[in-house]
Every structure is written in structure tokens, then in C-alpha cells.
């Protein structure tokens, strides 16, 4: 007994001691952002995206998404059949010999229509093809098709939906070909980040980790209302598009929004009278599927249910003014309410939520690492309960055209500042320069040494 005791305090002090070279004490050493941001990874299951991030800026990035993610050719996880070039300080992956193939990994914490396009050259007859795939999961892959031009140009891809997880995005290049960038390009979202953003040498908060934590579990439904929410019923829908003409009936059939067997389209402006962040959320039917739209540019799916009840569709922060919601239905899907309801976003707010849910974040000031690990495994045991309402995206009916008023208005909305300020850029023709050099991240492998794990 006494020699399993010798042991079991021998190997402490051995795995204490290999913290230290990476860490320091951790008795003594912070949680900054980039340890947070890692952490976070690892509780939404994205481990391949961590050990591939060495940069803080790669982690914040892959959080936020405020801005397209761009990775230099030569900035692959793996590769096979490929030569790296440099030329006048860029450099390129070439496959000379047969079919190359490269790999990078792709963190997606939003559901979304996302864009990938490509900056390559080659011969127009040997199309490069894109696979995206989920890491560990036996989904069928995303499959891009991209015709190079003779000289390096960008070329896009068509926007493809993905689910928060972890994917790879695989690349066969044809022979003869040559690429220089990947870029994705994502939907507006609402990014997972601190009151005041990402830094690389602020220590972690109870309210960063608050705030993270109901953005990762993406629950700020769960935030209390700051006025009286608007309301407003389907029949403030105008229909854009329907397989068969849309027919009123009577006394409150009126009030709402049903699709039939050919499924229905229809647009609803609310002039919001204050800039903040709201949740949208709807009562009804979800039929086989709902796919909602804000502003022509957030997206978000509810899954098919036969039950008649109150549904989150999204929270996201807005501005002032006017803005568009755009419903597709798809057959005995119904919307007969709709809430928008204003949430109070201040830091405290979000620590009062999040120990409500379960997890108390501790006293205001740094977080201690015992704190930080047990709020990674919190976010992590929450995970199931996200999964259970992502089904993919919703398979829609051919619609017939939208009405000029309706067409005029989503592109009012797109013209517009629209979904808060997380809208990124429109993917143009500029060529984006590699990524400048950013705070280094610490390996993460250690910190699961330091405290159990669940």
C-alpha cells in the first residue's frame, strides 16, 4: 500500500514537472485568450483544428469568423503528390506528376451556406474538385468543381451548407496545375468572442468565459428580455413565391402562414426601433423543414416537427431600422406567430444566464485553470443538446419568382449594414496576402493533464 502511494505521488510530480516547461506553474500562470479560444475548440469537438492553429490570430479567427479564412497554399495539414514553389516571395503547391492532393482543416462553430473559391492555374480541361468532409463522421461529402484558368485567378465554388463541426477540405489538383490560396468565405454570423473581442495577452474573465460560453452553446435566447418583445402574426407575410397561388381564409386562417404539398415562400419587414441583439423565434408547424433567412444573408434551419410550439430561430444582433425575414416552408410547414425579442447583452447578464443554466463561473476577475477546465468539459456536456437541433439543410420545392416589391426589398437588405456588424466583406476580386504573423498559441495537450476530465 505504502509503495502504491510512493508511485502514485511520483508520477504527480513527474506530470507536474512537464507543465512547467509549457505553462509554468499553473498555480501561477493565466488563462489568456488564446488558452480560452483553444479550450473552447476542444469543447465544440474540434481537436484537428487546434493542433492545426499555431497562431492565436488562426484560433480567434476560426471563433469570430468576421472575416474570410485564408490559407497560403503551402499551409496544408497534409499532402501527397505535390511540389511547394516559391516564386517572388509567393509560394505555391504544384502537382507535376498526376493527381495532387492537399488538405486543410476547417472549423465551422455557425451553421451556414458557406463559400469556398480557389486562386489557381492550369489547363480548363482538368477541373480541380473540393471535398468537404466531417472529421470522424460518415456523412456524405460537400463536392466543389473549379475550372482553372490558364494564369492563377480566383474561382469560386458554389456556396455549400455546413453544420458546426469539424471538416476537412480536401483538394485534388489535377497535373499541370498550380495553387497559390483557399479561401472560405462565411454567412453573416454572430461570432463567438469576448465583450470587446479577442486578445492575445489578456487573461481570462468569468465574464469572457460567460460570454463564450452561451455564445458557443448558442443559447443567448437564454439572456433576460430588455423591453416588450414585438410581435407579429403570418398574415404580415407577404408571400414571394408559391407553387400555387396562396389563397386567404377565413376568420384567422388569415393570421397565418401554411405551406401546402408545393411548399411557400414569403417575407416579413419589421422596423426594429433600437440596435441590439434580439431573438427570432416562431410559433407553428415545422412540417418537413423551415429555412429562415435575415436580411438575405443569416441563415438558419428548424427541423421537421409535427408538433405546434414556440421554436428559437436565431439570435443575432441588429441595428436599428428595417430589416427583412425570409421564410421558405416546405409542405405542412405553418408560422401563425412571430417574436422579436430584445435581450440585455451586458457581461453580467450573461454571468446570471450561464449559472442558471448549471455553471457558476466564479467571482468576478481571472478565472483559475480548476475554473477554465471545468467550464470546457460544461460546454462540452452541453454539445448533445446543440446537435439534436442541426438536421442539415432543408430541401426546398421549386418556387415560382418572387414580386418586383419583394425582390426590391431583399436587395434593400443587402445594400444595408443588415445582421449587426459580424457581416463580412463580399468575396471580390482582390488577391488576399498570407496571413501576417500573430502571438504564438501554447499546445493545448498539456492543459488536459492538469485538471480530470468527465
Known amino acids: 500500500m505504502v509503495s502504491r502511494q510512493k508511485t502514485m505521488v511520483l508520477a504527480a510530480i ?7 516547461p509549457l505553462f509554468g506553474d499553473p498555480r501561477v500562470t493565466p488563462v489568456t485568450h488564446p488558452i480560452w479560444a483553444r479550450m473552447l475548440l476542444r ?49 505555391t503547391v504544384a502537382a507535376d506528376e498526376g493527381t495532387g492532393q492537399v488538405v486543410y482543416p476547417l472549423a465551422v462553430v455557425r451553421a451556414g451556406d458557406y463559400q469556398m473559391r480557389v486562386r489557381l492555374a492550369g489547363a480548363p480541361d482538368r ?19 473549379f475550372v482553372p484558368p490558364a494564369s492563377a485567378a480566383w474561382v469560386r465554388g458554389g456556396p455549400t451548407h455546413l453544420d458546426p463541426g469539424a471538416y476537412t477540405a480536401t483538394l485534388l489538383l489535377p497535373q499541370g496545375s498550380s495553387l497559390e490560396y483557399v479561401e472560405v468565405a462565411p454567412p453573416c454570423l454572430n461570432p463567438i468572442e469576448p465583450v470587446g473581442g479577442w486578445t492575445p495577452t489578456s487573461p481570462t474573465t468569468a465574464d469572457d468565459v460567460a460570454v463564450t460560453a452561451l455564445k458557443a452553446m448558442d443559447v443567448e435566447n437564454e439572456l433576460p428580455p430588455a423591453d416588450t418583445p414585438l410581435e ?5 407575410f407577404q408571400v414571394e413565391a ?5 389563397a386567404a381564409g377565413p376568420g384567422f386562417d388569415t393570421l397565418t402562414l401554411k405551406a401546402g404539398r408545393a411548399g411557400l415562400r ?4 419589421v422596423d426594429l426601433p433600437e440596435a441590439g441583439l434580439y431573438t427570432l423565434s416562431a410559433y407553428g408547424v415545422a412540417g418537413t423543414g423551415q429555412r429562415w433567412l435575415a436580411d438575405g444573408c443569416r441563415k438558419a434551419i428548424l427541423c421537421p416537427s409535427e408538433t405546434a410550439s414556440w421554436r428559437v430561430v436565431m439570435s443575432q444582433p441588429f441595428g436599428a431600422g428595417r430589416h427583412t425575414f425570409t421564410v421558405a416552408l416546405t409542405a405542412g410547414a405553418v408560422v401563425e406567430r412571430v417574436r422579436l425579442e430584445r435581450k440585455k447583452e451586458r457581461a453580467p447578464d450573461y454571468v446570471a444566464a450561464l ?22 468539459r460544461f460546454i462540452r456536456d452541453q454539445r448533445p443538446a446543440l446537435l439534436a437541433r442541426l438536421c442539415g439543410d432543408v430541401a426546398l420545392p421549386e418556387l415560382a419568382g418572387s414580386s418586383p416589391q419583394v425582390a426590391e426589398a431583399g436587395a434593400a437588405a443587402a445594400r444595408s449594414p443588415g445582421v449587426g456588424t459580424s457581416r463580412p466583406p463580399p468575396i471580390g476580386p482582390v488577391v488576399l496576402p498570407p496571413l501576417p504573423p500573430a502571438s504564438p498559441v501554447l499546445p493545448l495537450s498539456a492543459v488536459e493533464v492538469a485538471g480530470p476530465r468527465s
Not at 14 to 20: G, R
Open 232 to 236: 407579429r402574426t403570418g398574415g404580415d
Open 43 to 91: 469543447a465544440l469537438e474540434m481537436n484537428e483544428a487546434v493542433r492545426a492553429s499555431s497562431q492565436a490570430s488562426q484560433v480567434f479567427s476560426a471563433l469570430s469568423w468576421r472575416e474570410s479564412l485564408t490559407y497560403p497554399a503551402d499551409h496544408y495539414v497534409r499532402a501527397d503528390g505535390v511540389t511547394v514553389r516559391e516564386r517572388g516571395g509567393l509560394r
Open 266 to 269: 414569403a417575407v416579413l419587414s
Open 127 to 145: 477541373p480541380a474538385t473540393a471535398e468537404i468532409i466531417p472529421t470522424g463522421g460518415t456523412a456524405a461529402p460537400k463536392t466543389l468543381i
Open 14 to 20: 513527474v506530470a507536474a514537472a512537464a507543465l512547467v
Open 242 to 246: 408559391s407553387a400555387v397561388p396562396a
Open 355 to 376: 449559472r442558471r443554466l448549471g455553471f457558476d463561473p466564479g467571482p468576478e476577475g481571472p478565472v483559475s485553470w480548476d475554473k477554465a477546465l471545468a467550464a470546457m
